[in-house]
């Protein structure tokens, strides 16, 4: 069976089909045979791909000898081609590691056969080679946690989590770190607080005190939302501890005059104030002059009396 040159070459420049039959090793004629045309439309094919003469030369060789047509082995390929060759899969370790196993220097350029002894040895350890990069730990991003826990998570919402596991913003993150992430993620979805997350990772201690970085840390972790809940409570918060510390030092001033009372303390103050007046300008101090000098001595405030002051009988 036979095919027509304007058949093959059908609507083509003549500049690409002179580069056809050249690369195949063919000459124009009025006819091919059919293992002829497939190398020719294999050799097509290779040009549209956009690869170089270097390399379609190459790869033609195995359907030349499939064929049995004449082979040119006297060509070469750039490190560029012989890379290529390989899928582009190989690290430059790699590329060093398998010329020297067939004993080749790095250069810029490869006999045809040399590139046979290369690509041959990589075939050989190709499993070997994957099978390593298998085992090698993975450099994930910000994204690719995010991929492995929520899909549809926001990125705002992954950098509020990372925190709670002991993860900061980083350009990488190792396997483990993914892990760490993901398990995150499953306690925050099962209901867990962002304190009670930390806990379990070990960034929060259940119990002790905990520094103003660490309150400071917990608060960066909430919701804009959660944290405006948060101010709203504490200012509530302080406003009634307020009037619990005012009323215990209220409590507190009066359980110290009634102790000055009954001690005779007070007693003893009016009595001095009243001496010292006496001699300067001839007055008896007042009961609440008396006082305000004995809380100034003891360092007591004198805050507005309780509504119902209950003082011990003297």
Known sequence: MTERYDELFANQPQ????????????????????????IIRECFGYIESGKSDGLIRYLLRDSQVNAELPVNNEGTLSAAEL??????????????????????????????????????????????????????????????????????????????????CGLKEQDTYTDEQALRFVECCELRTHGKTPREIAQHFGVVK????????????????????????????????????????????????????????????????????TDENLKKNGTVITIQAAVETLMEERGMLLPAPPQNPTLPSS
């Open 15 to 38: 500049e690409l089909c002179q580069r056809v039959l050249s690369l195949s090793g063919f000459e124009g004629k009025a006819e091919y045979l059919e293992h002829e045309s497939e």
């Open 206 to 273: 259940s119990t002790g005190s905990r520094s103003v970085e660490e309150v400071a840390e917990d608060i960066a972790n909430l919701s804009q939302m959660q944290q405006q809940k948060l101010v709203e409570t504490l200012a509530e918060t302080m406003v009634n501890q307020r009037a619990q510390v005012e009323h215990i030092i209220t409590e507190m001033t009066y359980v110290g005059l009634s102790n000055s009372i009954n001690n005779g303390d007070l007693e003893a103050m009016i009595d001095i104030k």
């Open 83 to 164: 890379h290529e060759l390989t899928g582009a899969a190989l690290s430059e370790e790699e590329i060093n590691k398998i010329l020297d196993v067939v004993d080749l220097e790095k250069k810029e350029e490869y006999s045809f056969q040399e590139a046979d002894s290369f690509l041959e040895t990589y075939s050989a350890i190709k499993s070997e080679l994957e099978s390593q990069k298998d085992n090698e730990p993975q450099a994930l991003t910000l994204l690719d946690l995010k991929q492995r826990a929520i899909p549809d998570m926001s990125l705002s919402q992954v950098l509020q989590l990372l925190p709670l």
